[in-house]
């Protein structure tokens, strides 16, 4: 691949094949009630192009800020295109986000247009345009994907119409080049305050390239588009898909059932996932009576997967295993179909060509030896750009010689394959012994009562912390915290066995599958102080 940079790689596919399948999505918020549409390369191009055209005559240009708040569909991708062409900044924002979480995205991005629906994180598109002329000072229009023209409204504009608008206008000059800021990607928060990750043209289309080469993606594939794309996996999944000139099935909101079915009818080859969404899908009722015989592989990442369940999927869909950050654009390793089952079941692989891993020292920050865990670090073409508007945070990310410190405790062994342990931050320490969450919350999934566990701490004033396992037990299941105590106490040391154990119908979770660690341990806390 000569060029990294998106909207000239979909040009030319547009080129030498303009009449491919390109995107295919039910009926979407624009057209409620009519059939699947399907969009070849060149349809898709010619779009991008026009809204480009469309939002340069605005006044939008390179480095303006474009947001987007849209499940998938094919006006995600054109505006990702436009923004592409144009050398604007896309700005994903998850549809699930609180309008104040909202309102602090967009003035920390300092957004200049924002595609959306007729309503934004809940809030209506006039309500908004009167908020955005007292708090939102950048914020000039909204281009709507939607049935209704708000014709009284100037800042508020139709979607459809300045695509049709921008095909007769001229080509502005564009210039971009592969090391702009392609898009600024919020990080979900789960510790603290969100971060914007600046990733430009070369980082996103570098691992989603490496990626393509792994899996072996071809123009004969037809991918999935179930991760929310807001998230940076689910523009790895666009992008990759979109260089190695395959089909992208959209699905706008994950749904079991709907997801089976469209798999089956549309003949789908390549199927991503976070561990929740495949395990949902195995499930289903009709999971069993489904021809899901095309499907080939895919990638599950985006959180920890044990053993078990990568066995489950693999039975069905040869996927790999990846692992990345926001930071990392997003992929830093992926085991490959040629790794024997135990590096396939237990690592996450090895990292990808032209990317450089080390773990080091929690303190000393010193090169780590093989199987010793300590903090992963990471270099290559895939690391972000920087944070958004934080210089300290940015600088303090980065060791002098130019590694990333993920914060992600991880151990490398001799052939280069890594095993994560956990997050530097999630580490538990009690009584002065480190306790990593993920081995815990592996080897209480295998009990077969447990569907999902998450192991937090909580302050205590004599040990430091306690380790306390927050289960969601299988739907019907008996099961006592005592039991899993034992169950536990049976296969690791006492002092890492769990002091407290809590249920729970469901985990919070963050719009991109993780789980909200610092939420669920201040419940448990409130729950301790009430006692």
Same mark, same amino acid.
């Given at each position: ?19 491919? !399948? ?16 399907? *969009? ?10 026009? #809204? ?53 995205? *967009? ?28 708090? #939102? ?39 971009? @080049? ?36 792994? #899996? ?41 059932? !709907? ?6 009818? !549309? +003949? ?11 395990? #949902?899908?195995? @499930? ?9 015989? $095309?499907? +080939? ?13 990568? @066995? ?8 790999? %295993? ?34 450089? &891993? ?35 945070? $940015? ?24 095993? %994560? ?7 538990? %320490? +009690? ?23 998450? &192991? ?62 610092? !939420? ?12």
């Amino acid at each position: 691949m000569h060029s990294f940079h998106l909207a000239t790689l979909v040009a030319r596919r547009a080129g030498a094949d303009p009449e491919r !399948e390109c995107l295919v999505a039910g009926p979407g918020p624009a057209r409620s009630g009519a059939g699947a549409r399907r *969009l070849t390369y060149a349809q898709v191009d010619a779009d991008a192009r026009a #809204l480009a055209k469309a939002f340069a005559a605005r006044g939008v240009g390179a480095g303006d800020r474009v947001a987007i708040e849209l499940p998938n569909c094919p006006e995600w991708t054109t505006t990702c295109l436009a923004a592409a062409r144009l050398g604007a900044v896309l700005v994903p924002v998850n549809p699930s986000l609180g309008y104040h979480e909202l309102k602090y995205q *967009l003035r920390h991005a300092e957004v200049r247009v924002l595609v959306g629906g007729e309503s934004v994180c809940g809030v209506d598109d006039r309500e908004l345009c009167e908020e955005a002329s007292r708090d #939102l000072p950048d914020l000039q229009f909204l281009a709507v994907v939607g049935p209704d023209d708000l014709w009284y409204d100037h800042r508020i504009l139709q979607f459809a119409s300045l695509v049709e608008r921008g095909r007769s206008l001229p080509d502005p000059a564009w210039q971009v @080049r592969e090391d702009d800021p392609l898009a600024i990607l919020y990080t979900s928060g789960t510790l603290g305050k969100p971060k914007g990750v600046v990733l430009t043209h070369r980082n996103l289309g570098f691992a989603a390239q490496r990626v393509a080469e792994v #899996l072996e993606l071809t123009g004969a594939d037809r991918v999935l588009g179930a991760v929310p794309q807001f998230t940076v996996f689910g523009m790895q999944v666009l992008i990759s898909t979109l260089i190695s000139g395959a089909t992208l099935v959209l699905e706008p909101a994950f749904a079991p059932a !709907e997801t089976l079915r469209l798999i089956e009818r !549309e +003949r789908v080859t390549v199927c991503h996932g976070v561990p929740t969404m495949f395990q #949902l899908l195995m @499930r289903d009722a009709s999971f069993g009576s489904r021809n899901l015989s $095309t499907v +080939r592989t895919g990638i599950v990442a985006g959180s920890p997967v044990s053993p078990d369940l990568v @066995r489950q999927i693999r039975r069905w869909n040869d996927v790999q %295993i990846a692992y990345g950050l926001t930071e990392t654009g997003p992929t830093v390793t992926l085991t490959r179909p040629a790794d024997s089952p135990e590096q396939r079941e237990r690592t996450v692989g090895r990292p990808i060509a032209g990317v450089e &891993v080390r773990v080091v020292d929690l303190k000393s920050d010193e090169l780590h030896g093989m199987g010793l865990a300590g903090e992963l670090a990471v270099k290559g073409p895939n690391l972000m750009a920087g944070y958004h508007r934080m210089p300290l945070e $940015t600088k303090r990310s980065f060791t002098d010689d130019g590694y990333f410190l993920t914060g992600d405790l991880a151990a490398l062994d001799d052939e280069g394959y890594v095993t %994560i342990v956990g997050r530097r931050q999630e580490m538990i %320490i +009690r009584g002065g012994q480190k306790i990593f969450p993920r081995g815990l919350e592996d080897l209480l999934r295998t009990h077969p009562a447990v569907d999902d566990a998450c &192991v937090v701490g909580i302050p205590h004033d004599l040990l430091g912390e306690l380790v306390c396992a927050c289960v969601v037990p299988v739907e019907g299941a008996i099961v006592t915290g005592e039991e899993l105590k034992e169950f536990c106490r049976e296969q690791v040391a006492d002092d890492k066995t769990p002091d407290l154990v809590r249920f729970f119908d469901t985990f919070p979770m963050t719009g991109s599958g993780k789980v909200k660690r610092k !939420e669920l341990a201040q419940v448990v806390e409130l729950e301790l102080s009430a006692t």
